[in-house]
């Protein structure tokens, strides 16, 4: 039965997550961890590391290891959690399949039209949110801890975040760099 729900939730998520992988996290968190209760916030926080740092995008990634997750959490082992990733990184490209099957020679016939930029133009606020939404999702005390509960945690991590900000930003540092240096760091620093 979890397979059928995680399906239908990914194939939802796949559906409306505009924005690509940064986008859906939000969709992805709300639905694994506050709907269904399939993840606590904590895996879900050590599921997007783990998808920023393999090879791929990050909502394709998010969606295996979740639907891995979903499934080995139900109580199933082995093969079955594998059908889970399966299941859930298809129900999560479906849609992009079909729509993009569907639309492909329309839109490049119809492009340049007033109404189809004005539909782009209506979407580009909606993305910023979701990026916005799922950036905020992710400062969390999973990921900063508190300052009342550790303190030392807390502004290490407040100091990595800003540091990052500011090397990908302004000092246009590749971000693979940034993210050694701040695991790198991290080790140092946290343990």
Request: proline share 4%; charged share 5%.
């Amino acid at each position: 039965m979890i397979f059928l729900y995680l399906f239908i939730t990914f194939f939802e998520i796949g559906l409306f997550g505009f924005g690509g992988g940064y986008g859906m996290l939000s969709l992805i968190q709300t639905e694994t961890v506050i709907h269904h209760h399939w993840l606590t916030s904590a895996e879900f926080t050590n599921i997007v590391a783990i998808s920023q740092m393999t090879p791929g995008p990050i909502g394709i990634n998010a969606a295996t290891y979740c639907g891995y997750a979903a499934v080995h959490n139900a109580g199933h082992n082995g093969l079955m959690a594998v059908l889970g990733s399966a299941t859930a990184t298809f129900a999560l490209v479906l849609p992009s399949l079909i729509l993009m099957i569907l639309i492909s020679k329309m839109f490049m016939k119809y492009m340049n039209t007033p109404v189809v930029q004005t539909v782009f133009a209506g979407l580009r606020p909606a993305v910023v949110g979701l990026l916005a939404a799922a950036t905020l999702l992710l400062m969390n005390a999973e990921n900063f801890s508190a300052p009342d509960v550790n303190p030392w945690q807390f502004w290490i991590s407040v100091g990595l975040f800003v540091a990052t900000f500011v090397g990908t930003k302004y000092m246009k540092i590749n971000p693979i760099h940034m993210i050694g240096y701040a695991a790198l760091a991290g080790l140092l620093l946290l343990y």
